[in-house]
Nanobody
């Protein structure tokens, strides 16, 4: 599946952005979708994941209560609503897809790993000014 992330931009601290991850080539409804972020010189970090049905969701501790992941399978799109943004949220954000399904007990651990994903989008830059 091809993924295209969009919605990034420049925003002041405390502001909001909504990222979108549009899938093409195959229906998104079969895939878990994760969001990751990366700052130059640092390793890619997990942000959030949503399973194929939208029932299971998991967030990194750093974004809990501020970010919300959701999906609209009819539009082949997954969203990441980012509120109360902080300068430390500045990064390139990537969405990724995984066709594998795991049980609820393994969900968080499995999908935090970048290696659990098969396809990646090109990334969208988020810059939060102080």
């Amino acid at each position: 599946v091809q993924l295209q992330a969009s919605g990034g931009g420049l925003v002041q601290a405390g502001g909001s952005l909504r990222l979108s991850c549009l899938a093409s080539g195959r229906t998104l409804g079969s895939y878990a979708i994760g969001w990751f972020c990366q700052v130059p010189g640092k390793e890619r970090e997990f942000v959030a994941v949503i399973n194929w049905s939208g029932v299971s969701i998991y967030y990194a501790d750093s974004v809990k209560g501020r970010f919300t992941i959701s999906r609209d399978n009819a539009k082949n799109t997954v969203y990441l609503q980012m509120n109360s943004l902080k300068p430390e949220d500045t990064a390139v954000y990537y969405c990724a897809s995984s066709v594998r399904r795991v049980n609820s007990g393994s969900f968080a651990t499995y999908y935090q790993r970048g290696s659990s994903y098969d396809d990646w989008g090109q990334g969208t830059q988020v810059t939060v000014s102080s």
